[in-house]
């Protein structure tokens, strides 16, 4: 299977598992996770019509960013340092991992210099101590009151990352759960906040997330193969 014909199937996978659940395909994107995979191969999923692609680790990004020729759309979705954050200034419109207050001030201060706001997603811990990154559950709702004043920053809405199960059922609970605390915190009606994305589904699970209302599956094994260790 080529990359091109893997995006053809996860599309369509897509359109299936959105309109089972009623809604309309086209309000959910693929984030094509391209982190340790080469600038050629992030070429060939351009060209098979990908625009949209998501990385994890900064000074990997910087480096493919530069050889990547097609334009195109990046996100950045892995845990971020804030001492880091400048180097993505203007070369991502969509931060998934905030998780902090000191992580959203940094970005805040990073993008006033841009001129506009960045879009970013709180990340929420549900899965305890199996995940180090996220804000946990019951932390959540101050830290979207304490990021929404910040001028150059847009929270667009929340990001997970579950624990693993073989059975991908068994993550249903906790989209479930991201879901049920986005609408809660769109309830607060607080400015500079809204709740339109959910960011949730990876390979083994995206289906399933989508029954769930993910607006965002962020696929990589399933798109470009395996990967070696982390670069
Ligand atoms: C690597 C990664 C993914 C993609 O995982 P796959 O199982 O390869 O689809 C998604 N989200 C985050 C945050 C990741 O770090």
Redesign the pocket.
């Known amino acids: 299977m080529t990359i091109q014909d893997n995006l053809q199937k996860i599309r369509a996978t897509i359109d299936e598992a959105a309109l089972r659940a009623g809604r309309d395909p086209a309000s959910v994107r693929l ?1 094509a ?1 391209s ?1 340790t995979h080469g600038a050629d191969r992030i070429e060939a999923a351009a060209e098979a019509g990908q625009s949209l692609f ?1 990385e ?1 680790y900064v000074q990997e990004f910087l480096a493919k960013s530069e050889e990547v020729r097609t334009p195109v759309d990046w996100h950045f ?2 845990h971020l340092q804030t001492n880091k954050v400048k180097y993505l200034r203007g070369r991502v419109s969509m931060i ?2 905030v998780d902090r207050l000191s992580l959203a001030r940094e970005i805040d201060r990073q993008w006033e210099k841009m001129g506009r706001p960045v879009d970013i997603l709180l990340q929420v811990n549900l899965g305890e101590e199996v995940s180090k990154s996220g804000v946990d559950e019951d932390e959540l709702i101050e830290l979207a009151r304490q990021v929404a004043p910040l001028p150059n920053v847009r929270v667009r809405g929340l ?1 997970t ?1 579950p624990p693993y199960f073989d059975d991908p059922e068994e993550v249903r609970p906790f989209f479930h759960r991201l879901r049920e605390l986005s609408e809660k915190i769109a309830s607060l009606g607080l400015p500079g906040v809204e709740m339109v994305e959910l960011s949730m589904g ?3 699970d ?1 289906e399933i997330a989508i029954e769930e209302g993910s607006t965002l599956v ?7 193969g395996e ?1 070696a260790i982390r670069p």
């Not at 962020?218 to 470009?224: C, L, S, Y």
């Open positions: 984030v996770v982190k998501g994890s979705i892995g998934h991992s990001m990352l990876m390979s083994h995206f962020r696929v990589g094994t399933a798109i470009f990967r």
